[in-house]
């Protein structure tokens, strides 16, 4: 079965660090793109991040600088080094990776991530 | 505020036909690149419903369908059933910002 399963979450005070894990199984991970996607309570989907299967990364504007995405092609894992953590990165952090048409065709259930003092 | 806008809301009656817009700019949409739609049910991940901007995944029910022209691109329900009762997001890519954008999401009411 394709699978992603994403752990890591927990509450954190503001300017803490969190680090989330996605682990992979059922399909070829090494070559895949894989994104991470947040959603804050009530609110919409907000791309973060991406790691290409070359390791290119990209980042979105409100976390560059402050979030590092990563792979372990090795352990079938993708992860997200959270750093300097603020309130509104409260939010359920999804990992879904890229199909070759560059949609988001696998989801992982989601973990979450409380940023409050 | 996303990149990407979608009415806040929409909503019909059972069997009705339904339409969601997606408006995007010249750095996204109208640069060419794909549009995709996501349904997203309470506390669930979400789900791709359209991709490529009409094209339907295996299991998608065929009252779905997409299409693009210019800056926007649309998501229209036929038939409209209870269980289509979701959030629905748009997805593209931008190249100003060289990451994928998501549409603030539609919530459709089935009345």
């Known amino acids: 079965e394709v699978q992603l399963v994403e752990s890591g979450g927990g509450l954190v005070k503001p300017g803490g660090s969190l680090r989330l894990s996605c682990v992979a199984s059922g399909f070829t991970f090494s070559s895949s793109s894989i994104n991470w996607v947040r959603q804050a309570p009530g609110e919409g989907l907000e791309w973060v991040s991406s790691?290409?299967?070359?390791?290119?990364?990209y980042y979105a504007d409100s976390v560059k600088g402050r979030f590092t995405i990563s792979r372990d092609n090795a352990k079938n894992s993708l992860y997200l080094q959270m750093n300097s953590l603020r309130v509104e990165d409260t939010a359920v952090y999804y990992c879904?990776?890229?199909?070759?048409?560059?949609?988001?065709?696998?989801w992982g259930k989601g973990t979450t991530v409380t940023v409050s003092s | 505020q996303s990149v990407l806008t979608q009415p806040p809301s929409v909503s019909g009656a059972p069997g009705q036909r339904v339409t969601i817009s997606c408006t995007g700019s010249s750095s996204n949409i109208g640069a060419g690149f794909d549009v995709h739609w996501y349904q997203q049910l309470p506390g669930t991940a979400p789900k791709v419903f359209i991709y490529?901007?009409?094209n339907r995944p295996s299991g998608v029910p065929d009252r779905f369908s997409g299409s693009k022209s210019g800056t926007s691109a649309s998501l229209a329900i036929t038939g409209l059933q209870a269980e289509d009762e979701a959030d629905y997001y748009c997805?593209?890519?931008?190249?100003?910002?060289?990451?994928?954008?998501f549409g603030g999401g539609t919530k459709l009411t089935v009345l």
């Open positions: 790691i290409s299967s070359k390791n290119y990364k």
């Open positions: 997805q593209s890519y931008d190249r100003s910002l060289s990451g994928s954008v």
């Open positions: 490529g901007n009409s």
């Open positions: 879904a990776r890229a199909s070759e048409w560059y949609y988001m065709d696998v």
